[in-house]
Nanobody, 114 residues
């Protein structure tokens, strides 16, 4: 069983930045493929970014060049640095771990508004 706890969401003005964190349980975190997804009101959950156990990263086109996913295996934590935020980025952001199966965090709200 893997437990995921996200933090770092909040209200930010357009053009601003936020860093999300996701702390994971488990002794083999370094083997997990970690990802971030988001779900805006009235929309389906969508992929944002992923980082493999080898550090290979992929991004959705909508966030490429603005968001950066990273991981600290010593801290069992994955991060999502979000820059140049706009209103389209408003959503609940979910952390996802692919270990023996897929696990989800509870989500953290990100609101981009002036």
């Amino acid at each position: 069983q893997v437990q995921l706890v996200e933090s770092g969401g909040g209200l930010v003005q357009p053009g601003g930045s936020l860093r999300l964190s996701c702390a994971a349980s488990g002794s083999i975190f370094s083997m997990y493929v970690m990802g971030w997804y988001r779900q805006a009101p009235g929309k389906q959950r969508e992929f944002v970014a992923q980082i493999t156990n080898g550090g290979y990263t992929t991004y959705a086109d909508a966030v490429k060049g603005r968001f950066t996913i990273s991981r600290d295996n010593a801290k069992n934590t994955v991060y999502l640095q979000m820059n140049s935020l706009n209103s389209d980025d408003t959503a609940v952001y979910y952390c996802r771990a692919h270990a023996d199966k897929v696990y989800w965090g509870q989500g953290t709200q990100v609101t981009v508004s002036s």
